[in-house]
């Protein structure tokens, strides 16, 4: 019997494309369901990472609450965009991945009944941690203006309200890729300052960006600054995705809490990841301009070649959604005959939001697979759907 806590948890639907996929074998197959990347880690990193291998210090639970270097390299790292200086040692602990921060921090702030106000769509481990954790997500609607993702601001202010403890934000957003604008920021803080509640910054992406525009971050937004935790990670950005290593920046008073949660939880980070992070966040070249470009060029040659299918164009990030309920097909239906006839992983969005929302895209990841791969693409598609 399912316990109460695991009833309203559905799976992601990634980790059962992926093992189809796999099993499938097929050198042909292209891998669109699974955020991996194919563009190396910082050498540094890697080089870091070989030699903390042979420390004995790096074969340890101490410290508890991460090595020193890593936390001053992300209390700085944060402390930039934010524009508010972070204490290492106070506020910023290290995680075992960014998502593991995530849950941490919804430990540490959410009574049972809590609500968490987040977009739709949204990344179905983000929903799913918010319900562990025993909070309730109370979805907001993104809206599609130009082909492009905007979020609904009314809606936004409708879904703030007594019962808010947090707003779960990321930007670029996943499997969305939006980037908010200033003027959606600026909504955000006032509704969290109107309502008391924290801002719970998942910035995992932040720089993966193809606007041409800076980094902003919510601390720099209204008088919000106290209230706004920032969770990081070397897995998208730097491309470290295996070695499970985040940080979490914040206020000191709530940093105990998460600290406590953190320690009662994973207890400690992954000993020999910790150096070759510290060492990707002062790397002199840590590679993100040069990957954010290749990963740009990827999402460009989806769009080029889906141009008369409706697909939503991201801003930023890995992924992007295209509305198959608008060809008349349900996206699970959509993915398999992807999967079946064109040689596709695609893995749609039941799950990551409302039905009517969400429930209408299927998601390709670019992260994965290069330009030259991706040509053909349209061809692929059209003969799968018969379009």
């Known amino acids: 019997m399912t316990v109460s806590r695991l009833a309203h948890i559905p799976g992601i639907g990634v980790d059962r494309m992926g093992n189809a996929a796999d099993a499938a074998g097929a050198v042909e197959m292209l891998r669109l369901e699974n955020l991996d990347t194919d563009i190396a880690p910082p050498q540094a990193a890697i080089e870091a990472t070989l030699a903390a291998v042979r420390r004995d210090d790096a074969n340890s639970y101490l410290p508890f609450l991460g090595i020193h270097d890593l936390r001053r390299a992300a209390a700085r790292r944060v402390s930039a965009t934010a524009g508010r200086d972070y204490d290492p040692e106070s506020e910023c602990i290290v995680s075992a991945g960014g998502l593991s921060g995530v849950l941490n921090v919804l430990l540490a702030v959410l009574e049972p009944g809590d609500e968490v106000v987040i977009t739709d769509p949204a990344y179905a481990g983000l929903l799913n941690r918010i319900r562990l954790a025993g909070g309730v997500p109370r979805l907001v609607p993104l809206q599609v203006e130009d082909r492009r993702w905007r979020l609904d601001l009314e809606a936004l ?152 299918l409706p697909v939503v164009i991201p801003d930023g990030g890995w992924s992007l959604l295209i509305d198959t309920r608008a060809l008349g097909m349900d996206p699970a239906d959509a993915s398999a005959r992807l999967f079946r006839d064109g040689a596709i992983a695609a893995t749609p969005m039941t799950g990551w939001g409302e039905e009517n929302s969400a429930g209408r895209y299927l998601r390709f990841v670019y992260a994965n697979e290069p330009v030259a791969r991706l040509r053909g693409l349209r061809e692929r598609v059209r003969k799968a759907w018969l379009l």
């Open 157 to 308: 202010q409708a879904a703030v309200n007594g019962r808010t403890r947090a707003i779960l934000t990321m930007s670029p957003s996943m499997p969305s890729g939006i980037v908010h604008t200033h003027e959606e920021w600026t909504a955000i803080a006032a509704a969290a300052e109107r309502a008391g509640a924290w801002i719970i910054h998942d910035a995992a992406m932040e720089r993966i960006l193809f606007t041409g525009e800076p980094v902003m971050h919510p601390a720099s937004f209204g008088n919000v600054a106290e209230r706004v935790i920032t969770i990081g990670s070397v897995s998208k950005e730097y491309r470290m995705i295996g070695w499970r290593v985040g940080w979490i920046v914040g206020p000191a008073p709530i940093m105990k809490d998460v600290g406590l949660v953190s320690l009662s939880n994973v207890v400690c980070q992954v000993g020999i990841g910790m150096p070759g992070a510290a060492a990707a966040l002062t790397a002199e070249d840590d590679g993100v301009a040069a990957a954010t470009a290749e990963w740009q060029a990827r999402r460009d040659a989806i769009v080029g070649e889906l141009a008369d």
